[in-house]
């Protein structure tokens, strides 16, 4: 299929003032190109997360575009055919195993490029006919208690992986932290709070959307994070005979292999296999051995157990209630019960108002 160019002058009429691409004129007379267009609008993103997957979704588009054109790609090429091509396409030859896009994903893309219509002044490709099916998530499944404590059990805690492994899962189930918090925390992160605080807290400073936060430890965390601490790569002697290591270590690095190169943080790679392979061994259903998961099996826990919604929200970093719900697993015996604390209340109720 051949697409039509049409006139940068006619894009320019429609740039916006304010937008961060120059007309022709300010150009002398060259077109701007795609590329430097798309690296204009991701940067323009707040979170450097979708910056980075915004910049991704740019390449691959520009990539299957020049490769059509058989050349350069320029904002005269951005048309609703093109868009509307590139979506399909994605739709059902996108992804890892180029079966299609989830329709998740999906809607991610689509709106990055809703964004990169809109930065370069073609508002009307951006709200005309450029969207995505609605994806409606099927309700989250998650770890049974049972699971949990079982899968707590499976690190071998008379060696140091298993020490280190057994502190990662305990973190994790005990604050909801998600798999680049967890990566990015320092031994400096592992804070006290107030100088008579029962236990200590994470400092999460690299946390989606740019809002840091202070994680308070269970007491269970905070003796799994001491006992691995001791035998950490970078652990040096202190007074008292005490090893801990120095503030700007990893929190949870890598040991290397054969005893080589340790102290890297973990990759997301390596915290998918560290808990894929406990997950294994305690026999857990695939689809739930994953670092994410144990992020649902925590909110979930704290809902059931009162947390209000406003401050789990907090301690998790969400930036809605919505998206919080989206993680909370909600089970037909539940709703039962809550029917049933309901009807007991009432009578309850009607019991105190008759006259005695």
């Known amino acids: 299929m051949t697409t039509a160019r049409h006139p940068v002058a006619a894009h320019a009429a429609r740039t916006q003032p304010g937008d961060l691409i120059p007309a022709p004129s300010a150009t002398d007379g060259r077109r701007v190109t795609l590329a430097r267009a798309a690296a204009l609008a991701a940067n323009s993103r707040r979170s450097p997360k979708t910056r980075d997957d915004y910049a991704a979704i740019y390449r691959r588009f520009i990539a299957w575009l020049t490769d059509r054109l058989g050349g350069d790609a320029y ?73 949990c404590d079982t899968l707590l059990r499976m690190p071998d ?61 269970t007491a269970t965390a905070d003796r799994a994070l001491d006992s691995w601490l001791t035998r950490h790569p970078a652990a040096r002697p202190l007074a008292g005979g005490r090893r801990l290591p120095t503030a700007d270590a990893p929190l949870f690095c890598t040991l290397g292999r054969l005893g080589r190169d340790p102290g890297r943080p973990l990759s997301a790679n390596a915290l998918n296999a560290l808990v894929g392979h406990h997950a294994k061994a305690a026999r857990l259903p695939e689809h739930l051995r994953h670092p994410h998961m144990l992020r649902h099996y925590w909110a979930t826990r704290h809902a059931d157990l009162g947390t209000p919604l406003h401050r789990l929200r907090e301690l998790g970093g969400w930036q809605s209630l919505r998206t919080l719900q989206a993680y909370l697993h909600v089970t037909e015996d539940d709703l039962l019960a809550d029917v049933d604390r309901l009807a007991a209340a009432d009578a309850a109720r009607t019991r105190e108002r008759r006259p005695r």
């Open 157 to 217: 805690r008379r060696t140091r992986i298993g020490l280190r492994d057994h502190a990662v899962l305990q973190v994790l189930v005990d604050t909801g932290l998600r798999s680049a918090e967890l990566r990015g925390l320092t031994v400096g992160d592992l804070i006290r709070v107030r100088v008579d605080s029962p236990h200590r807290s994470l400092r999460v400073v690299r946390a989606k959307g740019g809002r840091g936060r202070v994680v308070p430890l």
């Open 75 to 147: 904002l005269e090429d951005l048309t609703l055919e093109v868009l509307l091509a590139w979506r399909d396409h994605r739709e059902t030859s996108g992804g890892r195993r180029g079966q299609g896009l989830a329709p998740a994903s999906l809607q991610v893309e689509v709106a990055a490029l809703r964004v990169l219509a809109r930065h370069v002044g073609l508002h009307e490709l951006a709200i005309r006919g450029l969207t995505a099916a609605p994806h409606h998530p099927t309700p989250p499944e998650t770890l049974t208690p049972a699971e």
